[in-house]
C-alpha cells in the first residue's frame, strides 16, 4: 500500500465525514485502485472518529443515537408519544426513584 496524494486523501476524508466510513473505503478503492482490505485499514486508522449525525436529548441535552431517536439511554426518557413523556427506569434499585 503506497502513500496517498494529498488531493485523494484531503477527498477521502471529506467523504467519510459527510457520509461514513463505507462511502470513504468505496471512494479510496475506486480513485486508488486498492483492494478492499488496504481501503479499509486505511480508513480504520485514519483517524476520523466518524459518529453518525445526531441530536441532543430535549431533557438532559446528551447525544442521542440517531436523528430518529424518541428515547435516551442516559436519562431514560421516552417521548415517543409526545403527550405521554415516559421514564423508562433501569434494572438497578435505586434507579425507581422518579428523576426530575
Request: proline share 7%; glycine share 8%.
Amino acid at each position: 500500500m503506497s502513500e496517498l496524494p494529498r488531493k485523494v486523501e484531503s477527498k477521502v476524508r471529506h467523504e467519510i465525514r459527510q457520509t461514513g466510513p463505507i462511502s470513504g473505503i468505496k471512494m479510496l478503492r475506486e480513485l486508488t485502485g486498492w483492494g478492499l482490505k488496504e481501503a479499509k485499514d486505511w480508513v480504520d486508522g485514519c483517524g476520523t472518529n466518524y459518529r453518525p449525525p445526531s441530536m441532543p436529548c430535549p431533557y438532559c441535552g446528551r447525544r442521542l443515537r440517531s436523528l430518529q431517536a424518541k428515547q435516551c439511554r442516559r436519562c431514560f426518557r421516552d417521548w415517543h408519544d409526545e403527550a405521554n413523556i415516559v421514564f423508562l427506569g433501569t434494572n438497578d434499585p435505586w434507579s425507581k426513584i422518579e428523576q426530575a
